[in-house]
């Protein structure tokens, strides 16, 4: 009996004995490579969130160990009539990011497994905005354990609606 070069799968002739030892091995091997090309290449929910009340000040824990993501994607898509908002990287207010337009917002950080690196993330969002937003050179990801929504400072009116949604997807290492 003959094997595949890649993966050692075995590659009967009409004159071998099939043995289901040779099956069983065979789907093992398989059902082994299939699971590291998920885990490689898919994308994962950290955190889907749709808010059920309007929030002046909301935060979501990511339980995310940074050691394991090569980049992560940040959708906050506010529902109709909500306000500026503040994005915060901890539960606390004074966790700072960036200011949200009340239409959709993006950002996008690649922390390759390295929960030290200075957060930083490309921000995308509805006004036509296209930026560089990281809170300061002290902040790490490990720091970044929460998405955390605030009003924005002197705006009675900032609020994020009920049927907001708040998505972190990743890419792991």
Not at 36 to 58: G, M, P, W, Y
Not at 60 to 80: F, G, H, R, Y
Request: include cysteine; hydrophobic fraction near 40%.
């Amino acid at each position: 009996m003959t094997k595949t070069t890649n993966y050692q799968l075995n590659q009967w002739e009409k004159t071998d004995r099939i043995m289901m030892d040779d099956f069983n091995a065979d789907n093992q091997k398989l059902d082994a490579a299939l699971a590291r090309v998920e885990r490689r290449s898919a994308f994962h929910t950290i955190l889907d969130v749709t808010t059920t009340e309007d929030l002046k000040n909301a935060a979501w824990p990511l339980n995310i160990d940074w050691t394991e993501w090569k980049s992560v994607t940040i959708e906050i898509m506010p529902a109709e009539g909500s306000q500026t908002m503040v994005l915060g990287y901890s539960d606390s207010t004074s966790s700072a990011i960036r200011f949200l337009e009340p239409s959709w917002n993006v950002m996008m950080g690649f922390p390759g497994g390295f929960p030290d690196a200075v957060l930083s993330l490309i921000c995308l969002n509805g006004a036509g905005s296209l930026a560089s937003c990281a809170p300061s050179s002290m902040v790490r990801y490990r720091h970044f354990t929460h998405i955390g929504l605030f009003s924005r400072s002197g705006y009675a009116d900032s609020i994020l609606k009920a049927g907001s949604r708040i998505l972190v997807r990743g890419e792991k290492l």
